[in-house]
């Protein structure tokens, strides 16, 4: 489509806005946007209709059919609203749970698709405030709603909202029924079609006794009650980076027994604008350099950070001489999983029926973990959904302890289902303490997990393209990986390549072919050299970016050889990337 033609379509569909049943505000800035000279904003905004794809919505606000605003926000809801009513028939009150983060927007969203809900006969309860991803998700289970939707563009920068949605087990949706509501949104031909006028009297707002009732259920997660109240005054540092980790974290740690909680008082400032940081992900390093200051002030034990809806953890340690360093989500992943595995079998709790899972780009050494240890290991796409999709389908039958994702998520329990900063935060800090308590620091702790499972090094790269063109490229480089895999990756040869779009897995010594057993496809490619490293590739579902996932495999017998195995991995990381070219 040549720039003319694309101009056209796109001034026709911004002036049916400036037709139609828009408000003054919406109609205000399309009308800028079609008189400025540079048309970008206008394409940008119009060029496409926002997605509402298989993990609900997420884009950059503003208005335009491309934009996470009051209509395609609106759209979404109505068409949630339709489809429940389809599947829920025999239901006599059919119940939404409605949380939301800090973001600008997210509360006006909320209230919006709340009256949308309710115009639809749809019992709905609302936050009072802004909430935890997870403790929306506990809700919905809590109450027996048969849906439940949580506005959050989770750690995007600040231009950004989005829109999950949850089906009745507290998870994010799955096929069918993410595709069926895709199939229903995209029914709403007009704004006409979506009931703005609320009934108040379906409308129910909760708060702290879902608050109470979440915290009550991750208290009986502890492992280590002892060793919390004989290092009850450990020093935790913990900043919400300005979102939602405020309202339940500090009180989830004091609960669990921590009584020296180090707040960073900038950060406690709850704001969408994120004032402190560039970006609010606790996978940035810079997003915690206010919480490190203040450790390095304090003399503190750990730093912990949660993202704007608190379903995320990033913490930092000190290492052995006593600089502050960040912990990545795999390593933060291994911790969890040590230490529960080890806990469980210390306390005998083992029944044989255990499991835990973790996604595909996660790190091995968890599977290794898992093995050792008579664990059932379940390995699921990206995406928490698909982590909840086998607690759901275990449920009853074995019996879940854990699982994560290398994007710093982690879920202890499962009566939430999506990963958890809350409790996450809580085991975390009991981790703490249990490590002192044997006389070892985290790190310490992390050093003798590589000990006695083999040392592994993570790096993930991402390579940003915007818009329409940045589509397009990511679209070709995905496309070129599969018609040319590389032979081999920093001078080890390729033996296995795994593709889940196709979910063919090739043995490329042997030249056999074998199929991979998943729920679905997926857009990601692997690739598994004879030295033990990990390729994956895969576009990013909720940004314009495309993600490459490495993990170089290294061996350290001792602690002190931990700064020479880390060098010689971080040496073959560059390797790798040379050979892959990002």
């Known amino acids: 489509m040549d720039n003319s033609t694309l101009l056209n379509e796109v001034m026709a569909k911004a002036q049916i806005w400036l037709n139609g049943n828009y408000n003054e505000e919406t109609k205000s800035e399309i009308r800028r946007m079609m008189n400025s000279d540079d048309k970008s904003e206008l394409i940008e905004s119009f060029y496409r209709d926002l997605e509402f794809g298989t993990g609900g919505l997420r884009g950059i606000m503003g208005a335009g059919t491309n934009r996470m605003n009051i209509y395609t926000v609106g759209a979404a809801t109505q068409g949630l609203s339709n489809y429940l009513k389809s599947q829920f028939p025999h239901v006599p009150q059919i119940g939404v749970v409605i949380g939301h983060d800090c973001r600008n927007n997210s509360r006006l969203f909320a209230e919006i698709s709340a009256n949308i809900f309710s115009a639809n006969d749809i019992k709905v309860y609302l936050f009072e405030d802004l909430r935890p991803t997870p403790e929306a998700s506990f809700a919905i289970r809590q109450l027996g709603c048969q849906s439940g939707i949580i506005l959050t563009a989770s750690h995007n920068p600040k231009e950004y909202n989005g829109y999950k949605a949850y089906w009745d087990d507290g998870a994010q949706m799955i096929a069918p029924h993410d595709e069926n509501v895709i199939t229903e949104v995209n029914k709403i031909a007009s704004v006409d079609d979506i009931k703005f ?40 540092v913990y900043t919400p980076i300005h979102g939602t980790g405020v309202k339940l974290i500090p009180q989830a740690l004091k609960e669990y027994g921590f009584t020296n909680i180090i707040p960073v008082p900038e950060q406690n400032v709850v704001s969408g604008d994120f004032p402190t940081v560039v970006s609010p992900n606790p996978e940035e390093p810079a997003a915690l350099d206010m919480a490190v200051k203040k450790a390095m002030e304090t003399d503190a034990d750990i730093v912990m950070a949660s993202d704007p809806d608190a379903d995320r953890l990033g913490i930092a ?57 008579g664990v059932e290991m379940f390995d699921c796409f990206t995406g928490f959904k ?6 759901r389908e275990n449920e009853g039958v074995k019996q879940y302890i ?101 979910l063919k897995q090739t043995n490329v010594a042997e030249n056999t072919v074998v199929d991979l057993v998943m729920p679905t496809t997926s857009n990601v490619i692997q690739y598994f050299t004879e030295d033990g490293t990990k390729i994956s590739v895969r576009p990013s579902g909720t940004e314009p970016k495309i993600k490459f996932y490495i993990e170089v495999r290294g061996e350290m017998k001792s602690r002190s050889e931990y700064a020479a195995a880390d060098a010689a991995a971080n040496a073959k990381v560059e390797a790798v990337r040379a050979s892959l070219g990002v």
């Open 197 to 236: 006028d609320g009934n108040p009297d379906l409308i129910e707002i909760i708060g702290e006794e879902i608050d109470n009732l979440f915290i009550e259920n991750i208290k009986k997660l502890s492992l280590s009650p002892d060793s919390i109240k004989r290092n009850s005054n450990l020093k935790i």
């Open 386 to 391: 698909w982590i909840a999709a086998i607690i």
């Open 402 to 502: 854990g699982g994560g994702e290398e994007s710093y998520g982690f879920l202890p329990e499962e009566f939430a289902r999506d990963k958890d900063a809350v409790s996450s935060c809580a085991m975390m800090a009991e981790i703490a303490a249990w490590a002192k308590d044997n006389g070892k620091t985290l790190f310490e702790l992390l050093q003798d997990i590589y000990l006695e499972y083999g040392y592994g090094k993570e790096k993930g790269i991402s390579v940003v393209r915007k818009g329409k063109s940045g589509a397009e490229e990511i679209a070709q480089m995905m496309k070129d990986f599969r018609s040319n895999p590389p032979k081999e990756i920093a001078g080890s040869k390729v033996v296995i390549i795994k593709d889940y779009d196709s």
């Open 317 to 373: 340690v000190k290492n052995d001489k006593g600089e502050w360093i960040l912990v990545n989500g795999n390593q933060t992943a291994l911790l969890f999983i040590y230490y529960i595995i080890r806990r469980w079998k210390e306390e005998n709790k083992f029944k044989g029926n255990e499991y835990i899972v973790k996604t595909i780009v996660t790190t091995e050494i968890i599977k290794q973990i898992a093995e050792r240890n």
